[in-house]
């Protein structure tokens, strides 16, 4: 989460946006989330049984919000004036948004072995669904970030004269975490 924060807030924003005067809060926010969802993961497992799942989930919703931050903004000027659209990528973020939901559904549901127990005791369990989802997310990302970086070079290089992703911004933040 911690990573997704960093790649997306430098290279998702908006072109026209005052983003910059919160990069540091929200890059705090992000090592705090990910040192909390770190702790909770440990924590749950010991402590706190009855709502294991809950402040897990819980624990890696918050940062995807302060992650897809940016870019929600960014859609919203897209959708608003216009402008900022970057018409191939769009599909993509719309499917990696659904993905998400799928991936958190896996987590969250424990299907398909509620409905058939023992039957998916080796193969298909939610939790093997959870990280495939999960994996083909960050294939996704991984597809879609250097694409959007490319068609979105003119932008990005008016904002790099503002906020730029510096050794400050990106090395300090992960020697924290």
Known sequence: AFSGTIVTFFYLQPSSSTWGEYKWPILVLAM????NATLMCCLTRFFWAKNRYVLRILSFVLPYIITSAPFAYRLKVCFATGS????????????????????????ASRIPE???????????????????????LTSMYMYLL????????????????????????????????
């Open 146 to 177: 250097p694409l959007e970086a490319v068609l979105r070079r003119g932008p990005l290089s008016r904002l790099t004269q503002q906020l730029s992703p510096d050794a400050y911004s990106t090395f300090l933040p992960y020697l924290v975490v």
């Open 84 to 107: 900022d659209c970057v018409e191939e990528t769009l599909p993509l973020h719309f499917v990696t948004i659904v993905m998400t939901f799928v991936h958190m559904f896996f987590y």
């Open 32 to 35: 705090i989330f990910a040192v």
């Open 114 to 136: 509620r409905f058939a127990p023992g039957k998916f005791d080796f193969i298909g369990q939610s939790h093997q669904l959870f990280h495939v989802s999960g994996a083909l």
